[in-house]
């Protein structure tokens, strides 16, 4: 049986279309322990998650991708082209991105504008400037959604022997390591892109 | 008077006048071992970016029919980032300016727009100062109340802006760690 390498810590892909806002919440997140994607766009942080503006395909990937998986997604909502709105709902239409716990950030306190976002599924809303004391709330949204997960992988396994629906064949075809990569893995069973390119921008 | 005091006044100072709030206090807070460089950076991308949106509002606001949206929309980016950094001052006059956009007043953005050049070239030359002094060995956490790192020196007595002219003389640059590799501007340029 193996081991989980449960100390990998949680990822973050953040979206920012300000640089020193990036560099802000970068640092924030790294700060509270957090491994940390910056992207300046809500058609890049797409790109990044595997799923093309125009259809809500995914891309299955190895078993070893399985390291870039994004246990959250925190986004501006002021961005030009795409909004954070915007990203939000393309999260939300997408099968294996729904899961993925997204918070919201504006530098506006508007009711309305809060209110639309966690009625489309956001998990949060932070006024920006983005404090230390707002990190704490983040790992909570990641650890519910880890065991919303676990409980419905749980479920399928129940259900049919060998093969889960929704998930990709090479990790089902390993047979001792394929609850713990399951386990890392956590909310995307399938897709995750190919490139493992840290952002930093 | 060490860099450790020249630094902790100025920013003390900065606080004192209404440049900075407490957001600076946050950023200073999450600068340590590991992130040594973070203020600076931070403050170096501010000041790239504050001038670059200041540009782009000049010439919006050149043209004969004005696009307010395009206006408020470069304002709201300033004011964003002003308030990350704890730019206190530009980010209020920020908010003024909005408020001019909404009125679709030329003349009333034309006036905001020279206000907050005025403030963010003083803001952005104490910030180089600040830069100037952490390069050649002052912390940045200083002029925080908790962080500072020894007693502040005689803060209301000279002007911080003398004190690059003694920095320079004791140290040399060592701007590598503190740009950004998209920003190539060596230092001495902004000395305007």
């Known amino acids: ?201 | 008077m060490s860099a450790a005091n020249q630094l902790a006044a100025l920013i003390a100072n900065m606080f004192a006048t209404g440049l900075l709030d407490d957001q600076f206090q946050q950023l200073q807070m999450l600068q340590d071992p590991s992130a040594p460089n973070f203020v600076s950076e931070v403050v170096t991308l501010f000041c790239h970016d504050g001038e670059r949106i200041i540009g782009e509002l000049a010439k919006l606001l050149d043209k004969p029919t004005v696009d307010f949206d395009r206006v408020d929309a470069f304002v709201h980016q300033l004011k964003g980032s002003s308030a990350s950094v704890g730019a206190l001052k530009v980010k209020n006059t920020c908010i003024q300016f909005r408020e001019f956009c909404q009125q679709k007043s030329k003349d009333g953005c034309l006036k905001t727009l020279e206000t907050v050049r005025i403030n963010f070239y003083e803001l952005r030359g104490k910030f180089q100062t600040m830069l100037q002094i952490f390069q050649v060995g002052g912390d940045v956490r200083g002029g925080h109340p908790q962080l500072a790192m020894g007693p502040v020196g005689d803060a209301g007595a000279s002007d911080p802006r003398l004190f690059p002219q003694e920095v320079i003389q004791s140290g040399g640059i060592d701007g590598a760690a503190c740009w950004d590799d998209a920003y190539s501007t060596p230092l001495s340029e902004w000395r305007n």
């Open chain 1, 1 to 201: 049986m193996a081991v989980v390498a449960s100390e990998t810590p949680f990822h973050v892909l953040a979206v920012d279309d300000s640089l020193p806002d990036r560099k802000l919440i970068e640092r924030l997140l790294k700060t509270s322990s957090f491994q940390v994607t910056t992207v300046d766009s809500g058609s890049k942080a797409l790109q990044f998650l595997g799923i093309h503006d125009d259809d809500a395909s995914t891309v299955s990937v190895h078993a070893h991708q399985l390291d870039v998986a994004v246990n959250l997604i925190i986004t501006d909502y002021c961005m030009p082209g795409m909004t954070g709105y915007d990203l939000l709902k393309k999260i939300k239409e997408s099968s294996s991105l729904r899961d993925i716990p997204v918070v919201i950030m504006s530098s506006e306190n508007i009711p309305s504008r809060i209110n639309r976002c966690l009625e489309e599924g956001a998990d949060e809303f932070f006024l920006k400037p983005v404090r230390l004391s707002d990190m704490s709330k983040l790992k909570p949204h990641i650890l519910k959604s880890r065991c919303r997960e676990h409980y419905q992988q749980e479920q399928q396994h129940q259900q049919s022997d060998s093969n889960s629906n929704d998930c990709s064949s090479p990790t089902n075809k390993s047979s001792s390591s394929d609850s713990s990569r399951k386990r890392k893995a956590e909310d995307n069973e399938e897709i995750l892109p190919q490139k493992n390119r840290p952002r930093h921008s």
